[in-house]
């Protein structure tokens, strides 16, 4: 009489090949048969990507992902509360063994702040210390590696970070190989910030870059005629204070880099930039600009404000000026809905998103429905959804309005 089979004896080999005709979730149900079943799970063709989520109740997990995933994955994310310390300690752990990983070709570092917090003060001799020890030096090792070379780093808009980004590009073994480079930021003082400059020389390596995010403060004409060179598809700008000696950006070096870049998409993003909204349409965009996103992150302030300042409202001029134009998003300022419409109209069908989060109603209440089907004309669809407005006089009104 034969014996049931033992289906814990199989072959490593046979049991890789049955994982490969399942989907994930049933291969990660097959593998819990046995031990044996489970141990051949682990192998860089059915695992490609982690993310650790850096947190005191998340330390069994984590220390799994660790012991068994983190030698065999090709993309890696790690968030973290960066005003944490413990945490802090916990992804500098992590950073540490994913730097000593033959694999790894992308990495995302995301803290959940601006603020990177350390034992000594900010910006102080022992904080840098710490952040050069802790941070960077695990970083330049996966950057100087040959074989395999990294591909991707993201450094989660930290603005300690970011200030050693030439030390991690003239560190790169392979430039040639990088195809995602974020080093854009969020400045904890967007009025008061140390400038970390990249020379041209380091980008012009980066044969295969196609996504790049950089602060304003970063780019010149310089940079700009050495990124046309590149293969870009993205670029991310970000807009803080402005600083009194920084140049600008020429609108011939705009319009040499569209020219030699015609796909490329620009992202402005304004954070915090109180000047910046100031002289946008005066100083930063132009027309060759191709601009295509257009976002600002603020706290709640009337824009209205700044038109007292300028006498074109600054965003319906850089509605005129980027032809380009497809997605702006508003939040944290009370806009005057005349400004909208006549934002819908420059750009017409080619906006594929304007959203905005604060309306100054100056019309009458009942003058709401026809101001939103004079806009809906222009967009395909509209949506209008009440939102909890910010302490405001009793004459404002505040609605949300998302069109696409």
Same mark, same amino acid.
Not at 198 to 221: F, G, M, N
Not at 301 to 328: F, S
């Given at each position: 009489?034969?014996?049931?089979?033992?289906?814990?004896?199989?072959?490593?080999?046979? $049991? =890789?090949?049955?994982?490969?005709? /399942?989907?994930?979730?049933?291969?990660?149900?097959?593998?819990?048969?046995?031990?044996?079943?489970?141990?051949?799970?682990?192998?860089?063709r059915f695992f490609k990507r982690i993310q650790f989520d850096v947190a005191r109740e998340q330390n069994k997990k984590n220390s799994f992902f660790l012991q068994k995933l983190a030698h065999i994955v090709s993309e890696a994310k790690v968030t973290f509360d960066s005003c944490n310390l413990y945490d802090v300690e916990l992804t500098a752990e992590i950073l540490y063994k994913?730097?000593?990983?033959?694999?790894?070709?992308?990495?995302?570092?995301?803290? @959940?702040?601006?603020?990177?917090? =350390?034992?000594?003060?900010?910006?102080? &001799?022992?904080?840098? %210390?710490?952040?050069?020890?802790?941070?960077?030096?695990?970083?330049?090792?996966?950057?100087?590696?040959? %074989?395999?070379?990294?591909?991707?780093?993201?450094?989660?808009?930290? +603005? $300690?970070?970011?200030?050693?980004?030439?030390?991690?590009?003239? /560190?790169?073994?392979?430039?040639?190989?990088?195809?995602?480079?974020?080093?854009?930021?969020?400045?904890?003082?967007?009025?008061?910030?140390?400038?970390?400059? $990249?020379?041209?020389?380091?980008? &012009?390596?980066?044969?295969?870059?196609?996504?790049?995010?950089?602060?304003?403060?970063?780019?010149?004409?310089?940079?700009?005629? =050495?990124?046309? #060179? /590149?293969?870009?598809?993205? #670029?991310?700008?970000?807009?803080?204070?402005?600083?009194?000696?920084?140049?600008?950006?020429?609108?011939?070096?705009?319009?040499?880099?569209? %020219?030699?870049?015609?796909?490329?998409?620009?992202?402005?993003?304004?954070?915090?930039?109180?000047?910046?909204?100031?002289?946008?349409?005066?100083?930063?965009?132009?027309?060759?600009?191709?601009?295509?996103?257009?976002?600002?992150?603020? &706290?709640?302030?009337?824009?209205?404000?700044?038109?007292?300042?300028?006498?074109?409202?600054?965003?319906?001029?850089?509605?005129?000026?980027?032809? @380009?134009?497809?997605?702006?998003?508003?939040?944290?300022?009370? /806009?005057?809905?005349?400004?909208?419409?006549?934002?819908?109209?420059?750009?017409?069908?080619?906006?594929?998103?304007?959203?905005?989060?604060?309306?100054?109603?100056? $019309?009458?209440?009942?003058?709401?429905?026809?101001?939103?089907?004079?806009?809906?004309?222009?967009?395909?669809?509209?949506?209008?959804?009440?939102?909890?407005?910010?302490?405001?006089?009793?004459? +404002?009104?505040?609605?949300?309005?998302?069109?696409?």
């Open positions: 009489m034969c014996s049931s089979p033992n289906w814990g004896q199989l072959p490593a080999l046979a $049991i =890789t090949n049955v994982f490969q005709h /399942l989907d994930h979730p049933d291969r990660l149900n097959a593998s819990t048969v046995c031990w044996h079943w489970r141990s051949v799970i682990f192998q860089p994913l730097s000593k990983s033959a694999r790894l070709l992308r990495l995302s570092i995301l803290p @959940k702040y601006a603020t990177l917090v =350390t034992p000594g003060r900010f910006y102080s &001799e022992e904080e840098w %210390n710490y952040i050069l020890k802790l941070f960077v030096q695990p970083l330049i090792a996966l950057l100087s590696r040959k %074989n395999p070379p990294l591909r991707a780093l993201d450094l989660g808009c930290s +603005e $300690i970070l970011a200030l050693h980004a030439s030390d991690f590009l003239t /560190l790169t073994a392979k430039p040639q190989h990088l195809e995602r480079l974020a080093f854009a930021t969020v400045k904890q003082d967007p009025g008061h910030y140390p400038l970390g400059l $990249i020379e041209p020389p380091l980008l &012009e390596k980066c044969t295969a870059l196609r996504v790049l995010s950089l602060d304003y403060d970063s780019l010149c004409d310089e940079v700009l005629q =050495t990124l046309q #060179l /590149l293969p870009l598809r993205q #670029l991310i700008v970000h807009v803080h204070g402005i600083d009194e000696d920084h140049f600008g950006l020429s609108e011939e070096a705009w319009a040499s880099f569209r %020219n030699k870049n015609p796909e490329t998409e620009l992202h402005l993003t304004l954070v915090c930039a109180y000047e910046a909204v100031e002289i946008l349409h005066t100083h930063i965009l132009r027309p060759s600009m191709p601009l295509t996103h257009l976002k600002r992150i603020e &706290e709640y302030r009337n824009i209205m404000e700044l038109v007292m300042h300028t006498e074109q409202d600054p965003l319906v001029m850089m509605a005129w000026r980027c032809k @380009k134009l497809q997605e702006l998003i508003v939040h944290g300022y009370v /806009l005057d809905p005349h400004n909208v419409v006549g934002v819908a109209r420059l750009r017409g069908r080619e906006l594929q998103v304007l959203e905005v989060s604060g309306i100054h109603l100056s $019309i009458p209440s009942v003058m709401v429905s026809p101001f939103i089907e004079r806009i809906s004309k222009t967009f395909s669809s509209t949506i209008l959804n009440n939102v909890p407005p910010p302490e405001t006089k009793n004459e +404002e009104e505040e609605y949300a309005l998302q069109f696409q």
